[in-house]
């Protein structure tokens, strides 16, 4: 049985459908990446299956299963149980998701007690040593910062660890590194690799950078004006496919000691 | 490659401190020498706040320099001042990153891509029409989104507009900071395209800031890395990559994710992150996150020494009579 499986999903906002039959599945510690370009339905995929679709979106057609149990019916009671725990996300920017107004440390205690029932000092000192995990230096200061006095990339960091604390079996990322330098996305691409390797984690990554999308993936989706366009192994979109589009796409993107302009 | 004959710009020992709380400074550009050359591009490259931006804006004065000098048409361009400053401005043109917020949104395209003709009397308010129509035709958009206003427009056509404003004087000199980096990958190279057809046609210098050195060695004729706000390498953009030898511009060619890279290879990106501008190392800036950082290092800043045709490196390793 696959971990995560999308049969015929449409999903319209008011009327207007903007995902159309869409079909995915993931495997167990699989790491899958939806690519396209702005507005080709990637985000609102993967919100779909935390129930998370902004702006008044829903699933008009087809099923989502998790580990065979259709998500769409669950409770509100069974919708936090699964989330945290079983699926988490990780978005843009972590830290524009907390709350400005206050420390790192009182947004992941509030969290982590929201999911079991610990002693605050529990909490503290769980949240601190998932930041441990994580890498992030001197993770006593990260706990008593307010999430502006952080780099981009501890931000980051920060939303890992918090989406990792219960160690889900499915990851879901949001352009986690669209809003970071280029040194410090490679550091955050490898930290998510090694979530798979030491925990077993499925990811699906959703991100415009085609390069990122295609290192840190077993299987690419490629998605155009909400309908996937194409889908298959790394190795099928980047060398084998014959879908124009996807070709067109992966042409696009720059390389090193690749076409020059000029 | 490069003709003296050929340069067209040249900062010398250009440094700028900014106050920072606490009587402190913050250097953003320290002791920046760099050469344009006419119709060549220049790429600039760096990590966010390493002060690429604070440089290229000295160029456009939207920002002046606290030393140094900038020479162009033999003047200094960082003194200049009123009616001169003025006429200046035309031969030095700015194309922003974001194209969403770089118009009036009140304005029509009509308007945005004529003011500065009609600003240098170059042309009469009853040839706007005509010439709006031209100039979005050379940026390949069809002449009838002269009657647009910006937010009906896709971002990359967005981002033609503002290419057709900042060419509409003839400019000598376009400054691009990020031009591409609001926009999706093929977006991103139908405008690579456009520009480097219009630097052919009307041999137009370049100054282009990016972050992505995959995507400035596709079109740059010179590449400069800076980092906490030193050049630390300027090479030549073709073949950069074989030639590249500082160990930050190397680590930022590591960071590169591209199609055709090697999938089975780990990344080995380097640690950490920029020490903060307020308190520079007093050695080689890049000393803290190095792999090969030795105790001179620390001790010595490294200057820009020549390696190569056109390649100069900051670093003590590629200095002549050095270990290593």
């Not at chain 1, 889900?168 to 280029?182: G, I, Q, R």
């Not at chain 2, 490659?1 to 067209?8: A, N």
């Amino acid at each position: 049985m696959a971990l995560l499986e999308l049969r015929h999903v449409d999903i319209s906002y008011g009327n207007r459908v903007t995902v159309k039959d869409c079909d995915l599945t993931l495997e167990e510690g699989e790491i899958c990446s939806i690519v396209g370009e702005s507005g080709s339905g990637k985000t609102t995929v993967i919100r779909a299956v935390l129930g998370l679709i902004a702006g008044g979106g829903r699933v008009t057609a087809g099923e989502i299963l998790y580990e065979g149990r259709s998500l769409l019916d669950l409770s509100p009671r069974e919708w936090r149980a699964l989330r945290g725990h079983d699926i988490s996300m990780i978005f843009q920017d972590s830290g524009a998701m907390m709350n400005q107004t206050r420390r790192i440390g009182s947004c992941f205690v509030e969290y982590i007690r929201t999911h079991e029932n610990v002693s605050k000092k529990e909490a503290w000192e769980k949240g601190e040593d998932m930041l441990a995990r994580m890498r992030l230096p001197d993770p006593d200061r990260i706990m008593r910062s307010y999430p502006f006095q952080l780099s981009g990339g501890q931000r980051q960091r920060v939303g890992i660890a918090m989406g990792m604390t219960y160690q889900p079996k499915l990851l879901l990322a949001d352009e986690p590194t669209s809003a970071l330098d280029v040194t410090t996305q490679a550091q955050i691409v490898r930290q998510m690799m090694e979530l798979r390797d030491e925990y077993g984690t499925a990811i699906i990554i959703v991100t415009h950078d085609i390069g990122v999308a295609s290192y840190m993936a077993d299987r690419v989706v490629v998605m155009k004006d909400g309908v996937i366009e194409d889908q298959g192994t790394r190795e099928h979109v980047l060398y084998e496919t014959d879908n124009p589009y996807t070709r067109k796409l992966m042409e696009a993107v720059p390389s090193v000691g690749g076409k020059r302009y000029v | 490659m490069f003709d003296e004959k050929d340069l067209i710009l040249e900062a010398r020992h250009v440094t700028r401190r900014f106050p920072a709380a606490g009587g402190r400074s913050l250097i953003a550009c320290n002791d920046v020498n760099l050469k344009m050359y006419r119709g060549k591009t220049l790429g600039l490259v760096g990590e966010s706040g390493c002060g690429k931006s604070t440089f290229m804006r000295f160029l456009v004065w939207l920002d002046t320099p606290s030393e140094g000098e900038i020479i162009y048409r033999g003047m200094d361009i960082t003194k200049l001042k009123g009616r001169k400053l003025w006429e200046m401005r035309q031969h030095i043109q700015m194309v922003f990153q974001d194209p969403s917020t770089s118009f009036n949104p009140k304005m029509r395209i009509r308007d945005i891509v004529c003011e500065p003709l009609l600003n240098y009397g170059r042309i009469h308010a009853s040839e706007k029409d005509a010439k709006a129509r031209e100039l979005l035709e050379m940026v390949e958009l069809p002449g009838d989104f002269a009657d647009r206003y910006p937010h009906n427009m896709s971002g990359g056509q967005r981002q033609r507009v503002a290419i057709a404003r900042a060419l509409a004087l003839e400019p000598e000199i376009i400054i691009m900071d990020e031009a591409t980096s609001a926009l999706d990958v093929s977006v991103q190279e139908t405008i690579i395209e456009l520009i480097t057809r219009l630097q052919r046609e009307k041999n137009i210098t370049i100054g282009f800031i990016c972050h992505n050195l995959g995507l400035i060695q596709s079109f740059a004729h010179q590449i400069a890395v800076m980092y906490l706000g030193n050049i630390v390498e300027v090479m030549p953009g073709e073949g950069m990559a074989d030639v590249c030898c500082h160990p930050y511009s190397r680590a930022l060619l590591d960071a590169v994710f591209d199609t055709k890279m090697d999938f089975s290879k780990k990344i080995e990106p380097i640690q950490g992150e920029p020490p903060s501008p307020l308190n520079i190392p007093a050695g080689c800036p890049f000393a803290d996150r190095c792999p090969h950082c030795q105790d001179r290092c620390l001790r010595e800043r490294p200057v820009l020494k020549p390696v190569g045709p056109d390649h100069e490196v900051a670093c003590h390793r590629f200095a002549k009579g050095a270990n290593g």
